[in-house]
């Protein structure tokens, strides 16, 4: 009787083996979820990156563009009274820039202002000018009389401004005569906020003159780090360039 009891209490338990073996088991399926939450997770940073990339650069190029295609406005009166806009045009055209003086692109055109929106109605204007200027991995607008730029997007690499003529021909810069200048063609180049350590950048990012060092601006390309990076070119119109010709 006490043989049976004894037998029928050690029946109730585990062996050390059997614990050992659950717990290997338990540890593998652990590790597999973990790994595969690891994986999602960091999934979900890249994807949100690269996101905002693209909405950073995008919004940045389209800002640029809409406001670009008023360069050299001049509106004949009764809009411009005086004729206080004329000689609104592109100031500045460049390609090269230095630490001290940032690669840029500049303009004035002419803003109207309405009096009211029934008659009779009167026009005041004035001649604004934009600076669009690369400084420290920021995009800056500098508008009128402005003694610092608003950053316009950040984290941005390399920019440039390539400048066309009539018919498409591709002016050196700087150009001598900016109201040559009927089209201006946007090269920009962003980055990541915060590094992947896991990926390595090894892309050639060319702009549109296909000149690697991005007119000395970027030297190191490819860049061999760990930033995810966008490249956006396009070409802007200038539809007031040119029209009284």
Known sequence: MVRAMECKLRNNGFTLIEIMVSMVISSLVIAGVYGVYTIQQRSYTVQEQVSEMQQRIRAAVDFMSREMRVAGYDPPEPYDPGNACQGATITQADMTATPSNPQFFAFSY????????????????????????????????????????????????????????????????????????????????????????????????????????????????????????RLLVTTVYLRNMGVQE
């Open 110 to 229: 002419c803003d109207v202002t309405a009096s009211s929106n029934t008659p009779p109605i009167t026009y005041t204007s004035r001649i604004r000018t934009s600076r669009y200027q690369l400084e420290n991995r920021a995009l800056g607008l500098l508008r009128d009389n402005d003694k610092s730029a608003t950053t316009i997007a950040e984290g941005v690499d390399a920019i440039e401004f390539q400048y066309r003529g009539r018919g498409g021909t591709v002016l050196p810069a700087p150009v001598a005569n900016p109201r040559d200048v009927h089209a201006v063609d946007i090269s920009m180049l962003v980055r990541s906020t915060y590094p992947d350590m896991k990926h390595t950048d090894t892309v050639l990012y060319l702009p549109r003159s296909k000149d690697r060092t991005w007119n000395g601006t970027f030297n190191v390309n490819p860049p061999n780090d760990n930033f995810h990076r």
